[in-house]
């Protein structure tokens, strides 16, 4: 046969030619839109003979692709000089007349390729060194051959493999006929030319690219492991992206990893498989690359040159994807909602420190009973860097039926949630309902509960008083920062690309039926009220359960369905009828209540046509309703049924009818603190300065994580006052029965209230609380790096007057005299003095006995425009007397014996006043240091008004003081003393010396 093709040499030289050699190289079977083909490459006998490329295209000879076998001989018949679009080399490509014939070793001889290279091709390639030299000297990646036995599938739609239980193959740079389905374990491949990774994340890696070849040698008899047919549907997303996006293999197992994290979170009983990891019909991108693509546009950005598939094939020194290699850290994870929720918790207990929380010495004063109910309620939060790798939280947003929250779901759980639009605005749109929400900038919030009875602050290490343990865990985050991706139909294959409008699953298509726009004015608490409801043939016993109210207005009549659109509202009977609405939500259809808020539009829709035209102008005429119309006075009333939706309104287009947008009504600050009467109702915005849990003291049962449902909180405010750069505190009791607390509600956080009970203690301060009636929502969220701001520098007479002002400043000032001091022991649990160490009540022993000393001074202060009453306590009294700690601790000592010791001077220069048996050289100790320098000298005086500003009582008016300047009396007004509290007293600076 080498023979007669000799004979024939010199007729095809100038058209046609013959090539015969030993097949050195065979790539791959490359698809692309317009055609398929392979490239091999046949070597002559000298190992210095450039191999010669031949590319086949024919459809007819793709064939020979499973036929060809390296090592071995071949002739090809009929070849031609081509050139290819993108590479600059001209090659050998095949012909409709080719053929491939084998040739025998005898006749290798007599072919001489570098002859006809030279002969023939007018740019002949050059003899390149060798690629694995290439690849050794510049990379640590090699390429070998390889034959072994795959083992296991690791990951079918992204073709990873085992490879003899040592050894990884991925063949997703290849592309295998049939998405690789025959490579099932017991199958054994040969793999020619493909580069070989030392270890990637642990373990080494043989990875073949266009240029190499899988062979398929044994065919297996065992059973494929069991997969669904949809398992190989990724196969579609996986190529996408690696080819479009030239992905590196680090950055391929990565985003093959997220793939199959996102699938076991979503598929199948949330997401159909085939909706997750195909690709649209149209080319736009499936579920799957929206879910990934902020991602990997940081690391792999879009628009990148298109691979030259040709050059990968055939150049030397070979360049592809897979040399680029290099290790990559895991941008980001997709973790399992439950796992996460676990494991957010699992790190807020693990550093969950009683001793942290109370920090010294302030502890070491504080009562059992204090202390306890400082540790009952804590929280802490978490931001995606505290993890790693940093966790994007994926999931459908649900509205909960039984507690009123927004949640995050995935097949694993569900995580509360709660999402803002913008600083200030509120959450109006449900149709983001069923929604996948891709949030990668968020806050987890982990509250904690404790139940404990620490004796003292000594006992504070150990955890075996800590009697029960409560989690409440949340994420906080803004729609601006996350990705809303609508659900698609089962149907469709692909996502909607219009935005979100995904509906509540009984909705198919536009809703039918009549709706009618309704101005929201007021919205009351999610609570468990009792409710009758007539049900068959008469009504029902009363039911505790959850629900709430709304209030509003009709704003036109009915509008029923026009095509894809509402039609005109009908018209009124009588359009000067007040039309006001009442609206019950209880059962399934509290999941509206985070959507419902005053002041906004929204569309109520029936979608049953069946139900009674005349339904949005009556109300149900159940007894419930009719006795809430007597109770309220509204028009109508109406129980919002399951099926009923609601949307945010949209006014335009109806004759008459403009947009009505109604702010927040906000009380003014006269109002809030002195203008109304006790029992009045305010309304405002703050910010949360502190929460505690209203835990009583004794006598109530706490039942499990419950604490805060059954006793409610103290939300301390601060109120911004006009002209003023101080802001002004109040407290807020949310009291029991009011679950589910509303999420949130977190020191930092801006929040407003509405309809708020005005109330004036005892003491004449002013506080409010939370009823039924009343409403919540949060503006924004608590920031993450909160701003310190300092306080103002004052002079005591500019805080003199009865405007709300400033509540906490510094003042330099002098300490003119001492006017008491009180030190003393008392009994840990119910506060009795303590003589020798010892409780002195007077009744059943208590169950401890520890003993914690108290202290208080008061110190007449001025600074030359006014004078106050400064009031420090406990640890301020040893900075007040100039004492260091040991000298401190030494003077408490000696008062533990007689258990108090008090002095009082009345007035200056007259005889102190002692209390507490105790001897002589105490009282002279205490006696001569208040009348030292060491404590009558100048201060700086950090301090809060006793007399605080929500404190409804009138300020003295200014009285007349006599002077006796030597012979010359003085008569003057002298504004009263101020009272302040200390909160902490340091050294004045010292005087700036300007130089000359």
């Known amino acids: 046969m080498a023979s007669q093709l000799l004979q024939h040499r010199s007729k095809f030289r100038r058209q046609q030619l013959h090539v015969a050699g030993q097949l050195v190289r065979l790539s791959t079977l490359v698809k692309t839109h317009q055609k398929t083909y392979f490239i091999l490459s046949l070597g002559g006998p000298s ?44 090659i050998w490509t095949t012909t409709p007349s080719s053929d491939l014939m084998s040739l025998d070793p005898e006749h290798i001889q007599e072919f001489n390729v570098e002859e006809l290279v030279s002969e023939t091709v007018p740019n002949p390639l050059p003899v390149p060194s060798s690629s694995q030299q290439h690849c050794n000297s510049t990379r640590t990646v ?167 598939v040709y050059q990968e094939i055939l150049e030397d020194p070979h360049h592809c994807p897979l040399q680029e290699y290099s290790v990559l850290q895991p941008p980001c994870s997709f973790p399992a909602l439950a796992t996460f929720k676990e494991d957010g918790q699992h790190r807020a207990w693990a550093i969950f420190d009683p001793v942290t929380l109370l920090p010294l010495p302030e502890v070491t004063y504080l009562s059992s009973c204090v202390l306890n109910s400082r540790l009952a309620w804590s929280w802490v939060c978490f931001s995606p860097s505290d993890f790693k790798p940093p966790p994007v939280l994926l999931g459908v947003l649900v509205a909960s039926s039984h507690r009123g929250w927004l949640q995050l ?11 803002l639009p913008k600083p200030s605005q509120a959450f109006i749109d449900p149709r983001l309902i069923g929604s996948l929400v891709r949030v990668e900038q968020f806050q987890l919030v982990v509250e904690r509960e404790v139940k404990s009875n620490f004796p003292s602050w000594k006992e504070l290490g150990m955890p075996e008083f800590i009697q029960e343990r409560g989690t409440n865990i949340y994420v906080l985050f803004s729609l601006d920062d996350a990705l809303i991706v609508p659900i698609p139909s089962a149907y469709s294959g692909h996502p909607a690309t219009q935005g979100p409008q995904a509906k509540f699953p009984h909705l198919e298509g536009p809703p039918k039926g009549q709706s009618r726009l309704l101005l929201l004015s007021h919205k009351e608490c999610l609570m468990k009220r009792n409710y009758q409801s007539s049900q068959g043939d008469g009504p029902l016993p009363p039911k505790h359960t959850l629900s709430f109210h709304v209030s509003g207005t009709w704003l036109g009549g009915i509008q029923r369905k026009d095509g894809d659109d509402w039609g005109l509202p009908e018209p009124l009977g009588d359009e000067n009828q007040d039309q006001k ?23 109520l829709i029936i ?3 069946s139900q009674p035209p005349s339904l949005l102008e009556e109300g149900d005429s159940s007894p419930l309703s009719q006795r809430i119309l007597e109770l309220t006075g509204y028009t109508s009333c109406l129980i919002v049924q399951n099926d009923w939706i609601l949307e945010p309104g949209n006014p335009q287009g109806i004759p008459g009818m403009l947009g009505i947008s109604k702010g927040l009504s906000e009380s003014s600050l006269t109002e809030i603190l002195s203008g109304s009467s006790p029992g009045s109702f305010v309304s405002f915005s703050a910010e949360i300065l502190s929460r505690t849990l209203c835990v009583p003291f004794s006598g ?80 924004c969220f608590p920031s993450e790096a909160p701003v310190s701001s300092s306080l103002p520098h004052v002079y005591l007479a500019e805080l003199q007057g009865d405007s709300p002002g400033l509540t906490q400043a510094i003042a330099s000032c002098h300490v003119v005299s001492v006017l008491s001091v009180q030190l003393f022991w008392i009994c840990a649990h119910c506060t009795s003095i303590c003589v020798q160490g010892q409780c002195s009540r007077q009744g059943p022993p208590c169950p401890t006995l520890a003993a914690v000393s108290q202290a208080n001074i008061r110190l007449l202060v001025e600074d030359g425009t006014a004078e106050a009453v400064v009031t420090c306590t406990n640890q301020q009294v040893a900075v007040a007397l100039g004492l260091c700690p040991t000298e401190w601790d030494s003077l408490m000592e000696l008062v533990r014996g007689p258990g108090k010791v008090a002095l009082h001077i009345t007035r200056a220069g007259a005889r102190p006043e002692f209390t507490g048996e105790t001897d002589d050289s105490l009282m002279l100790f205490l006696q001569t240091l208040c009348a030292s320098s060491s404590v009558l000298r100048p201060v700086l005086l950090t301090f809060e008004l006793e007399r605080k500003p929500t404190r409804v009582m009138p300020l003295e008016p200014p009285r007349l003081h006599r002077f006796q300047f030597g012979e010359i009396p003085v008569l003057t007004h002298m504004v009263s003393r101020l009272n302040l509290s200390c909160l902490s007293l340091g050294e004045p600076e010292p005087p700036h010396i300007l130089s000359s």
């Open 607 to 609: 979608p049953d046509p």
């Open 47 to 90: 190992s210095t003979t450039a191999p010669m490329p031949v590319i086949v295209q024919i459809p007819n000879q793709l064939v020979w692709h499973h036929a060809l076998r390296p090592n071995c001989s071949y002739v090809l018949t009929n070849l031609q000089i081509s050139t290819i679009r993108g590479f600059s080399r001209r």
């Open 142 to 308: 090699r390429m070998l051959s390889y034959q072994g036995t795959v083992t296991k599938v690791l990951n079918g739609p992204a073709g990873l493999y085992e490879l003899d239980g040592q050894l990884c193959l991925c063949l997703a740079y290849q592309q295998l006929p049939n998405n690789g389905r025959t490579v099932r374990p017991g199958v054994q491949l040969e793999l020619q030319d493909v580069h070989f990774f030392q270890s990637v994340g642990g373990v080494p890696m043989l990875v073949p690219c266009l240029r190499g070849t899988v062979l398929l040698r044994v065919f297996s008899q065992q059973e494929s492991p069991k997969q669904s047919s949809h398992s190989y549907c990724g196969v579609v997303v996986h190529l996408r992206l690696l080819l479009e996006r030239h992905l590196g293999l680090s950055l391929y197992l990565w985003t093959a990893k997220a793939l199959e994290e996102i699938t076991s979170k979503l598929c199948p009983r949330l997401l159909r498989h085939h909706q997750l990891l195909q690709s649209s019909s149209s080319g736009s991108a499936g579920v799957g690359e929206l879910l990934l693509a902020p991602t990997l546009d940081a690391l792999a950005p879009p628009g990148r040159p298109i691979r030259n």
């Open 409 to 419: 779901r995935d097949q694993s759980g569900s995580l509360p949630c709660l999402p």
């Open 581 to 603: 609405v009442f609206l019950l939500f209880f059962g399934p259809s509290i999941r509206w209540f985070e959507f419902l808020h005053p002041g906004q539009q929204y569309r």
């Open 700 to 779: 109530t049962s706490q039942q499990g994580n419950s604490q805060a449902s059954q006793h409610g909180v103290k939300l301390t405010v601060a109120l911004d006052a006009a002209n003023s750069a101080s802001r002004i505190p109040i407290d807020v009791y949310i009291e029991a029965p009011h679950p589910p607390l509303p999420l949130g509600l977190l020191p930092g956080t801006r929040v407003y209230f509405q309809q708020l009970e005005r109330r004036v203690s005892r003491f004449q301060n002013v506080y409010c609380r939370f009823l039924p009636s009343s409403y919540l929502r949060i503006l």
